[in-house]
């Protein structure tokens, strides 16, 4: 028998919203991972790679020299930030085109298997104006931190929902921050609770990957021999891959409190006008035929 898929719109409490986060990604777990492996996975190698020169210049005794002057240190781990907040910002764009292609299916009463082809299709569509919506938030909140470092976490918070607007409901770049906005309306402290808590559950499940580097760090310190490069990127390659691995639950876990907002807001789900619709239908269908 087939597991009825969880209906991610309907208006649902504080609570609710976390647990239904943790069924959908438990739900979804194998078509998440096989899509995030193809998708996703690649450019997290190609930041890994990267990082490897600044621990070798760490591990080689050359860091003094690397990070001295403006040296080559500098170059290395700026690249290394900025390709950090690209690959963030792709697997962003990768669950949300997830999520909009599982409520559309869903909505239209189709099996609900997501290829490859279909995800790539929805980011390349919606790509371009995603990393433009990603710039402008940032500036807006590195804007506010300049000000003063309140204004940041509070513009921070309202336009939380931006991205959901743009991907999942075809909004254009102004008209997404607008509605995102409007949605936290009266709900601000309400939402910023719930990003807390989702970063402090994301955060304490992503120490899991992070063992590896206490271990070796302590066998260090326990025996005065530094890790080797090997080790290091080891370690590194597995805190890295489990820390954007939480990051999808961080991501999905905005993305169901978007669309209980949303339904909240529109007070009644889309599901139920297209079931009133078909009633209606089938109700003068039946009239005729009498």
């Known amino acids: 028998m087939q597991t009825k898929k969880i209906n991610l719109l309907e208006k649902r409490t504080f609570s609710d919203e976390l647990t239904v986060t943790f069924q959908f990604i438990k739900q979804e777990f194998k078509s998440l991972i096989k899509a995030f492996s193809a998708i996703v996975l690649p450019l997290i190698f190609v930041e890994l790679f990267l990082q490897s020169f600044l621990l070798r210049d760490i591990l080689g005794g050359a860091a003094r020299n690397a990070f001295a002057d403006g040296g080559s240190g500098w170059t290395t781990m700026l690249v290394n930030y900025l ?22 299916k869903y909505l239209q009463q189709e099996e609900i298997k997501i290829s490859f082809l279909e995800l790539l299709k ?12 990603g710039i402008v938030y940032l500036f807006y909140v590195v804007m506010g931190c300049v000000i003063f ?9 309202i336009f939380i929902f931006s991205s959901c607007f743009l991907i999942i409901r075809d909004r254009k770049l102004f008209s997404a921050f607008a509605s995102s906005a409007d949605l936290c309306r009266g709900q601000w402290w309400n939402t910023f609770g719930y990003i807390l808590l989702c970063s402090l559950i994301v955060s ?15 066998e260090a310190y326990l025996t005065g021999n530094q890790p080797g490069l090997f080790e290091l990127t080891l370690v590194n390659s597995v805190g890295t891959i ?3 691995l ?8 905005i993305g169901v409190r978007f669309f209980s907002r949303l339904e909240r807001k529109e007070h009644r789900t889309l599901l139920d006008k297209i079931g009133q619709i078909g009633t209606e239908e089938r109700t003068e269908s039946g009239e005729d035929g009498v």
């Open 83 to 104: 390709l950090a907040i690209f690959v963030f910002a792709w697997l962003q764009l990768f669950v949300l085109s997830y999520l909009r292609l599982y409520t559309d």
């Open 122 to 133: 929805v980011m390349g569509r919606n790509s371009g104006l995603f990393f433009v919506l």
């Open 149 to 157: 470092i309140l204004p940041g976490i509070y513009i921070s918070v």
């Open 204 to 218: 304490m499940l992503g120490y899991v990957f992070n063992l590896p580097y206490l271990g070796i760090f302590l």
């Open 242 to 244: 489990g820390r954007y």
């Open 246 to 253: 939480m990051n999808i639950v961080f991501i999905v876990g």
